[in-house]
């Protein structure tokens, strides 16, 4: 895999890396927007890689449906085949106040580069092996680079499928590197948003039936450190659980999720201080995407031990959506809130903090400067689609600290604002306007602008300047 990196940005190197991206893909997508026009039944391609299936592609040998078929399946036998795939993208960021004014600025913004390339064995009907790797590359980010902005070369996903069924029950029992995504990725997801993506080390034993399925893993979550293959399982952590999700079809299409999270750290940093943590997470989620209206439940309550103290923490969200597909632009209405519990009293051992585990990066949008903890937040949104594979959102995020006794935390999990005796609960309220423009189906353009209004707490306990983010993305898969 050939990555291009940079010292500075920008400079020729980077500029020479561009124009080969885009000559790659004038080359591809020409050809490639002539075939789908023909054969529109080309499945997506998965935010999760190892969920494509181009199987199909067997008993179609005759005839190619995309440029990229010819390595999509690659037959190795009469029941193997071997399937390749990639991604490349580009994203430039421009932080105006970023941190709210505090610390070193970026005048100037800066290019994260991401690249990633796998390869998917089915050895017959029993055996898969999975790998891919990956490469992140942040250019001219000042101070430095943040741990999901880099990593310059490293295995992403390494792991072997052992397939069988026992009637109707499909098992897989999967050991290795491998990604983890759980519900709505509220406590466990891929990181899709940040430049580097998250992995475990784990293994796992997945049973699906006819209107069920169950998943239980146990594993340690991969360290992203920025050298070449230099990532390791973070020796401090371990995390495990068992997730479960029902269909309910006769009622209304409905599904629920029950699960268990176990999370041992060694090293756990809240505003009280630094101790061991063990803490144990329960969680209930109902959920539905009707057509018209659909809606996401979800409550979690967690208890074990920080230290010397007890874990007594919960979070309760609800979500509601409304597509009125019959009207001009297509308009979706979502309106989410959740409340995320703080800690009561620094000063006593018990700890009350909500801990999200592994969320998704981009948790309040793109920008990710909020993490959800002791956070209480209220989020409408428009969707609207004027036109064919173009969607543009705006949504008005409000924020207040659940506990006055507790600060901020951002994304990745870590303190960004201490409470400082502050007795304001009121943090800032985030306007964000949106474009996603999928041009077919390998290449995606994306625009963000974000506007940060810094509320109270901010401002009595630091710098609390207004921030700006600015971010065009372009994003190429085969």
Not at 174 to 185: I, K, N, P
Request: net charge neutral.
């Amino acid at each position: 895999m050939t990555t291009c990196s940079a010292n500075r940005f920008p400079d020729r190197s980077t500029d020479l890396c561009h124009w080969h991206f885009v000559l790659l893909v004038i080359s591809c997508c020409g050809q490639t927007l002539a075939q789908e026009s023909v054969q529109p039944q080309i499945p997506a391609i998965e935010t999760i890689r190892w969920e494509e299936d181009y199987s199909y592609l067997r008993n179609d040998s005759g005839r190619v449906n995309g440029f990229f078929d010819p390595i999509k399946f690659i037959p190795l036998s009469r029941k193997s085949y071997l399937s390749v795939g990639g991604e490349v993208r580009y994203q430039y960021e421009y932080l105006r106040n970023a941190n709210w004014g505090e610390g070193i600025q970026d005048k100037n913004g800066y290019l994260l580069q991401r690249y990633m390339l796998h390869t998917d064995w089915h050895l017959g009907q029993h055996v898969r092996i999975f790998g891919q790797l990956k490469s992140g590359i942040a250019s001219g980010k000042a101070p430095g680079p943040d741990p999901p902005d880099e990593d310059r070369l490293d295995l992403h996903q390494a792991f072997a499928d052992l397939l069988f069924s026992f009637g109707s029950l499909q098992s897989t029992l999967r050991l290795g590197r491998q990604e983890l995504s759980y519900g709505s990725s509220r406590l466990v997801s891929v990181r899709e948003g940040p430049n580097v993506r998250q992995a475990f080390d784990a293994g796992r034993l997945m049973i699906k039936g006819q209107q069920w399925q169950a998943d239980a893993f146990l594993s340690r979550p991969v360290e992203t450190n920025r050298g070449i293959f230099d990532d390791g399982s973070d020796a401090n952590v371990r995390f495990w659980g068992v997730y479960t999700t029902r269909e309910f079809p006769a009622f209304l299409n409905a599904n629920a999720d029950l699960y268990y999270f176990g999370l041992e750290d060694k090293q756990a940093v809240f505003e009280q201080g630094k101790a061991r943590e063990l803490r144990h997470s329960a969680g209930l989620r109902l959920w539905s995407n009707q057509t018209l209206v659909g809606y996401n439940l979800e409550a979690v309550y967690q208890l074990g031990s920080f230290g010397r103290g007890r874990i007594r923490a919960w979070t309760a969200s609800a979500e509601l959506t409304c597509n009125l597909e019959k009207l001009p632009w297509e308009p979706s209405l979502n309106l989410k809130t959740e409340i995320i519990s703080g800690d009561r009293t620094p000063e006593n051992p018990d700890l009350q903090t909500f801990n999200p585990l592994f969320p998704k990066g981009a948790y309040f949008g793109q920008v990710a400067l909020i993490g959800p903890a002791n956070l209480a937040d209220l989020h409408p949104s428009l969707t609207l689609h004027p036109a064919r594979n173009l969607e543009l959102i705006t949504d008005w995020n409000f924020f207040w600290r659940e506990s006055l006794n507790d600060g901020v935390y951002g994304v990745p999990y870590v303190l960004i604002r201490e409470s400082s005796g502050s007795r304001a609960a009121y943090i800032g309220d985030q306007l964000t306007f949106e474009a996603d423009w999928q041009l077919q189906r390998h290449l995606q353009l994306e625009a963000f602008c974000t506007l940060f209004h810094s509320g109270s707490f901010l401002r009595q306990t630091g710098a609390g300047k207004n921030l700006t983010y600015l971010s065009t993305r372009i994003t190429f898969k085969f």
